[in-house]
């Protein structure tokens, strides 16, 4: 196991420990009693850490302290709340924070993990287990939604009717009665959870250096000095990363990725070419082009280039080092092989190797910066063909041979893509072309003045 995997396990591990005494001296049972608990908890742990260290997620040593520090704070106070009401144990907070800020995913597995850990040490029923165990699911998967102001208020309502709801269900099945009070509970535990995880994201920003959905809206703003320097220099890229971001946005939300965080890195991903806009043919205007005046090789490094003067631009712009990563990776290690086959085409008896012509990688990290690679390929062979072609049957042709070409490439291979996801992002490209290049109706006779 490599140091950077048993630095995981150790931080995974970490919370349980924390929280060990705590639910040792809750606990009104035998010495003995309690230390089978202590060992059960211990291998759940362990089997949580196995799966975060075994899994192709990748978490940066903050996101680790965060998540750590936030399910040992929050199993220690189910720990001394536990003769009160379980419907006030603030677990939903802990899934809440997780999902929006690391994963959802990640944050239903370490749930479900801290629910049967609390279930363990309290002594709660079945209806703690199972109430918590799916109120913590749906959290996960529709917490992010609530990110966005306009749709706020109705997660909220509608995740507390949903929990008021479940919590009466259960009550009746296993209890045959059901209590108002605990319906009510139930409602306000998840209805003021979303209000305190949202307007405690800052805190959290300000402490672990983490992103938060909130922060990653400032930066999507077209109104970003960047943004704004990018529509001044080099209009045609500024025009072909909006389009990116609507591809990446569209795809990410599609396989359950982070579609803002796609949509804002996809718009950073080409700042980089503001050191030499007239090289990139979006910016030509149809005039002259200047690489047709220098050999291949330097038309490769300038087109290289890029990406590392992106880079350069990203940190100077204090732009999240998520983003920064994404315009790194972008491009992968692939090849500019329009350039190389140039050059290949020279017969002047030099040997030009494919590394004089690749990116300096890395390869895509994660799910949102393979979407951006992918998005930029397809918008960017879309944009270059010609009207007359531009047909739907043409767009999907190129979609599938942009992804089988960077799958078989290996440009994927080292992000926690799914195969079975290329097809859904293939399939969410297609909505977005299919709502700008849908057949119109022609009209007769002529348009007046």
Not at 18 to 43: E, G, R
Not at 126 to 152: C, D, L, P, W
Not at 337 to 365: H, R, T
Request: hydrophobic letters at 50%; glycine letters at 6%.
């Amino acid at each position: 196991m490599s140091y950077k995997k048993s630095l995981h396990l150790i931080l995974i591990v970490l919370p349980v420990i924390l929280m060990l005494p705590a639910a040792f001296f809750s606990m009104d049972t035998s010495f003995t009693t309690k230390l089978l608990v202590v060992l059960l908890i211990l291998l759940v742990d362990i089997i949580l850490g196995g799966y975060i260290v075994l899994s192709k997620l990748k978490l940066k040593f903050n996101q680790l302290m965060f998540m750590t520090i936030t399910m040992a704070v929050i199993g220690s106070i189910c720990f001394m709340i536990k003769d009160i009401s379980y419907l006030y144990m603030p677990l939903i907070i802990g899934v809440m924070l997780i999902a929006m800020i690391i994963d959802a995913q990640l944050a239903i597995i370490l749930h479900i993990g801290l629910t049967v850990i609390v279930s363990l040490t309290t002594g709660y029923d079945t209806v703690f287990f199972v109430y918590y165990s799916v109120v913590g699911i749906v959290t996960a998967m529709t917490v992010n939604y609530a990110k966005e102001r306009q749709h706020m208020l109705v997660v909220v309502a509608c995740l507390g009717l949903f929990s008021g709801l479940l919590n009466g269900l259960l009550a009746y099945v296993f209890y045959d009665v059901v209590n108002v009070l605990d319906f009510l509970l139930a409602m306000g535990n998840s209805a003021l959870s979303i209000v305190i995880v949202i307007g405690s994201l800052p805190l959290w920003e300000s402490i672990f250096k983490v992103m938060t959905p909130l922060k990653l809206l400032q930066f999507s703003n077209s109104d970003h000095k960047l943004m704004q320097r990018l529509l001044m220099n080099a209009p045609g890229t500024y025009h072909h990363v909006q389009m990116v971001g609507n591809l990446a946005e569209r795809s990410a939300k599609a396989i359950g990725a982070d579609g803002l965080l796609a949509k804002t890195g996809a718009i950073f991903h080409d700042v980089g070419k503001l050191k030499e806009p007239l090289f990139f043919i979006e910016n030509q205007n149809g005039g002259p082009n200047p690489h047709d005046e220098i050999a291949a090789e330097d038309s490769a490094k300038i087109i290289i280039e890029h990406v590392s003067y992106g880079v350069k631009l990203a940190q100077e712009y204090r732009l999240p080092t998520i983003i920064v990563d994404i315009i790194r990776q972008h491009h992968g290690t692939s090849v500019v092989k329009f350039f190389y086959d140039k050059a290949q085409n020279y017969n002047d008896g030099v040997l030009y190797s494919k590394e004089q012509f690749q990116y300096d990688g890395p390869k895509p990290q994660t799910k949102e910066a393979a979407i951006v690679m992918l998005s930029d390929c397809v918008e960017a062979f879309v944009r270059s063909l010609s009207e007359d072609v531009r047909t739907l049957e043409k767009i999907q042709w190129i979609i599938d041979e942009i992804i089988r070409q960077k799958f078989e490439d290996g440009q994927l291979d080292e992000c926690p893509l799914q195969i079975s996801e290329l097809k859904i992002i293939g399939g969410a490209f297609m909505q977005v072309y299919n709502g700008l290049y849908h057949e119109r109706i022609t009209y007769p006779g002529k348009v007046e003045q």
